[in-house]
């Protein structure tokens, strides 16, 4: 790919960010850095600073920073003299090994495709259609932050004034008579927030007794018949396929109003509460037959959950996918903080030495004896709830991030600055900002390009291992170290805790993999100078 398309690229993206949060658009990845911004309150500001580029009574400057370093990124490289992005000849070799360590390689590929899956966002999982036409109007809700409400596409009652159920909605505009169509996403559930229905399949009836789904074997368990929104009305447990010990029913405000019992397939008693017969009861009974209902934790394959539902009723598929997108705004947020820190401490301690090395040294070894889980704690404790998100762990994460790494670049800063182009710097007036930018800096880009797979593999370990304890983020994001410890809390369930597992861990390999091929072809050891 050439410099000129890059930049283009990088500057069409910034200006598409820019004009979707002007007009209210909702644009897979581009509008991440608004969204982050509207999550944590001290990264917007209010309108009067900078009316123009408010939106909902509020300027999200952190937004409008991403925006504005894409386009200057593109810029850059469109006024650089080189016409190409051509590697200098020792990287260009480390890149040619890399190539032939094949883990590593396949792992990057298979790595980028999971970026470009998450790059997707909501229009790959989402509980908000991609469009709805509906009375030769068209919408897409899923590309919107305005909230379409149920009266928008003819609904009554309560659902009028909620935001729109479009699951539910599909199903209506599909029925004969009624004009329309929605398109949801290949997976129609919010990761959190967005409990789905009960799962059920229905049972059948063959020669007086009740069969399995498959219509054979004689059913042993509870049968429901259900009300149009999946809530039970009445429930009945069935042994070999005859109805056997209690019955109950119930109104739609869950009032139980009738209880019968059966044994061997015969009724002993009934009863009915209130002023209702049985009879009239029983007409209230929806016309379908009883169904086999799976209560969440629900297994895969049932009421359209590839992965099975975890025990809150969220799509583990679409939570997994929620998490893996946490994930990757950490690392986007995370990586250029501890960077900046440890690169110019690491920098400063090696190329100035004496006092201040020293004294900077034991500032670290102090700090790198705090027990993390207890600030952790500590702060979880104080901080004020509208606080504590994403933002607030990454900041406690990155207080003790930067260190592991400052000891490398120092040594390595300590060798460069005896190199004779560092003296023939200081001999031609070169100032020590300059030095340390123009000379030393790039030839520590070994040390950063090796690192970064692995403080991304840190980061999700550690964020995997917060949720797992309960000191991590909110239920408002998604997380694969809660729903780790959802699953090993409900053994009986074992697909939600291996979705979690192999989610986590073959992650972990692939970023691994990564980071062990970079370190490997950067080997000098390894490999020559003149190789």
């Known amino acids: 790919m050439s410099k000129n398309l ?15 949060e002007l007009n209210g658009w909702l644009l897979p990845t581009l509008s991440w850095p608004f969204t982050v911004s509207r999550e944590v309150p001290f990264l917007s500001c209010a309108e009067e600073l900078a009316p123009y580029l408010a939106a909902d009574g509020r300027v999200h400057w952190f937004g409008w920073l991403g925006m504005l370093t894409l386009l200057l990124a593109g810029l850059y490289l469109l006024i650089r003299r080189s016409s190409s992005l051509r590697l200098p000849p020792e990287y260009a070799k480390r890149v040619a090994r890399f190539r032939k360590i094949r883990r590593g390689y396949w792992s990057l590929i298979a790595f980028g495709v999971i970026m470009l899956l998450a790059a997707m966002d909501q229009c790959l999982v989402g509980k908000r259609a991609l469009l709805v036409v509906y009375n030769g109007e068209w919408y897409s809700p899923a590309l919107t932050r305005a909230v379409l409400r149920g009266e928008e596409f003819g609904l009554k009652g309560a659902e009028a004034c909620a935001e729109t159920d479009y699951r539910a909605l599909r199903d209506r505009l599909g029925q004969p008579g009624v004009s329309g169509f929605v398109i949801m996403p290949p997976v129609p559930y919010d990761p959190t927030m967005d409990a789905a229905p009960f799962p059920s399949e229905e049972l059948i009836w063959r020669d007086g007794i009740l069969c399995g789904p498959d219509g054979r074997t004689p059913y042993n368990g509870l049968a429901c018949r259900l009300y149009d929104n999946g809530q039970p009305h009445l429930r009945q447990r069935f042994r070999s396929g005859l109805p056997d010990g209690h019955v109950q029913g119930w109104l739609q405000d869950r009032t139980e109003i009738y209880t019968a019992t059966y044994k061997e397939g ?11 017969k049985v009879s009239q009861f029983m007409q209230l009974t929806p016309a379908e037959s009883e169904r086999k209902v799976y209560y969440h934790p629900a297994p895969p394959f049932t009421g359209g959950h590839l992965l099975g539902t975890n025990s809150q009723g969220a799509d583990i598929l679409a939570y997994l996918y929620g998490g893996l997108q946490v994930n990757i705004k950490a690392a986007l947020l995370y990586l250029p903080i501890i960077y900046l820190i440890g690169l110019t401490m690491g920098m400063l301690m090696g190329y100035f030495g004496g006092r201040f090395d020293l004294v900077t040294q034991r500032f670290i070894e102090i700090l790198s004896q705090v027990p993390f889980l207890f600030v952790v704690m500590i702060v979880s404790d104080f901080v004020p709830m509208q606080l504590r998100g994403l933002f607030l762990i990454l900041s406690l994460l990155a207080m003790f991030g930067w260190m592991h790494m400052t000891y490398l670049v120092r040594t390595a800063t300590m060798k460069e600055k005896t190199r004779d182009y560092v003296s023939a710097a200081r001999v031609m007036g070169a100032g020590t900002c300059h030095i340390l930018l123009r000379h030393i800096l790039p030839n520590l880009r070994g040390i950063v390009v090796t690192l970064i797979p692995f403080s991304v593999a840190a980061l999700i370990f550690s964020l995997a291992s917060l949720d797992y304890l309960g000191f991590g983020l909110p239920d408002t994001y998604a997380s ?8 090993l809390s409900k053994l009986s369930s074992p697909w939600v805790v291996s979705s ?29 100078y003149y190789e």
Do not use: M, Q
């Open 6 to 20: 890059i930049a283009l690229l990088l500057i069409l993206a910034s200006l598409l960010g820019a004009l979707g």
């Open 480 to 487: 694969w170290g809660r729903l780790l410890n959802d699953g």
């Open 500 to 528: 979690a597992f192999f989610a986590l861990v073959g992650t972990l390999l692939i970023v691994t993999f990564i980071g062990e091929s970079v370190r490997e072809a950067s080997d000098p050891r390894r490999h020559s």
């Open 266 to 276: 015969k009724l002993v008693s009934e009863h009915i509460r209130g002023e209702l």
